[in-house]
């Protein structure tokens, strides 16, 4: 029995890194930089490279969680304003799909919510298994 509490607890660890993964690509997504064979690129700090969260089966049951980086990392983008934008007005913006990120944030709120709810069902069968047994 004790092996559901841990796969129960590797899918809340997964989760919890799925969500924080997922709010510092929103939170980073407007951080561009200077493409990489722009002139002046080494002079202003590159763009934000935003991150992925790959699950796998572990042996035993559970899940391993593992954080890659997204490729490609940057997209030009048109932003003549820029300080470090190259001679067509073009800079490195993070590869952020808000639309996606916002998918992995539910998902992860219901992983989360799955997986307490089985340690909580599992709670509660000790105490009705010690109940018995008194």
Known sequence: MGS??????SGLSAASL????????????QDSG????APNAGAYP????PQRVDQVVSAGGG????????????V???DPTAPYA?????????????????????????AFAANAKV????SDMMKTLLDIKT
């Open 4 to 9: 559901i509490l841990a796969i129960a607890n």
């Open 46 to 49: 590159a763009a934000y490279t």
């Open 86 to 110: 190259d001679q067509s007005g073009n800079v490195a913006s993070p590869n952020v799909d808000l639309a996606n990120e916002f998918v992995q944030q539910v998902v992860a709120r219901y």
């Open 34 to 37: 200077p493409l990489p064979d």
């Open 63 to 74: 899940t391993a969680a593992t954080v890659t980086n997204v490729s490609p990392s940057t």
């Open 18 to 29: 799925r969500l924080q993964v997922s709010a510092s690509n929103v939170a980073n997504a």
């Open 119 to 122: 340690i909580q069902v599992y």
């Open 76 to 78: 030009p983008t048109y």
